[in-house]
């Protein structure tokens, strides 16, 4: 399996409703990342778990909650979200915990409108 | 401060006619480079890495560390070249995404 995992692909969530999404991989990449892209621009750093530990949180807003349920997994919980965080979220994740030149592998992304 | 520039949002070529992504980098050390392509409706796919220094659907890419630039290049460029083009740098496990620019190749 060498492939990123996305589910749902699409998801339309109001404003008070709790969502998850959800990664998978099983090609034993130690690092996971969540990344939010909007239409025609470059994917946004969310978050970086290394060795299933949280290592990189760029000031996301608390209603994202993310979490590494083991190596293969990586969630992230929506709540109370706001019409502006429509986007493509993509999950991806890279062979080296620690960086040095492993390049991304990223999932077909989750498209996410809130209403 | 952008660590990665790519100064052209849209490049359109005539098919068959070569074309060249520009791609500038800030960072003193030594850089991991990489190109990703995105075609419409699918995901971001690794292109290119400066460390291969190979040649992946006719594109090449050069670190010139003088000029701090990682410009893609293809001679010959095709309808199925139309996509968004991404240039990264990695540092660590941060990764550095360009603005991207949206290539068209007109038949």
């Known amino acids: 399996d060498t492939e990123v995992t996305q589910t749902p692909k699409h998801l339309v969530m109001g404003m008070t409703n709790k969502k998850s999404l959800k990664c998978e991989q099983h090609?034993?990449?130690?690092?996971m990342y969540w990344y939010k892209q909007k239409a025609k621009k470059p994917p946004e750093l969310m978050f970086v778990?290394?060795?299933?530990?949280?290592?990189i949180n760029e000031s996301v807003p608390s209603r994202f909650s993310p979490e590494c349920p083991n190596s293969s997994l990586l969630n992230l919980h929506l709540h109370a979200l706001q019409p502006e965080d429509s986007a493509l979220y993509l999950c991806a994740s890279s062979p080296s915990g620690t960086g040095g030149n492993s390049p991304l592998h990223f999932g077909n992304g989750t498209r996410l409108t809130v209403t | 401060a952008q660590r990665v520039t790519q100064p052209e949002k849209l490049l359109s070529v005539f098919k068959g006619a070569p074309v060249e992504l520009k791609c500038n980098y800030s960072?003193?050390?030594?850089?991991?480079l990489f190109w990703y392509v995105q075609y419409s409706r699918q995901r971001l796919q690794l292109l290119l890495r400066h460390i291969s220094r190979e040649s992946i659907k006719g594109f090449t890419a050069d670190l010139n560390k003088g000029e701090t630039s990682f410009h893609l290049k293809k001679p010959f460029a095709q309808e199925e070249d139309s996509a968004m083009y991404y240039c990264a740098l990695i540092i660590g496990n941060q990764f550095y995404f360009g603005t991207g620019t949206s290539l068209t190749v007109i038949p």
């Open positions: 778990y290394s060795y299933e530990k949280l290592s």
């Open positions: 090609m034993g990449h130690r690092a």
């Open positions: 960072y003193s050390g030594s850089p991991e």
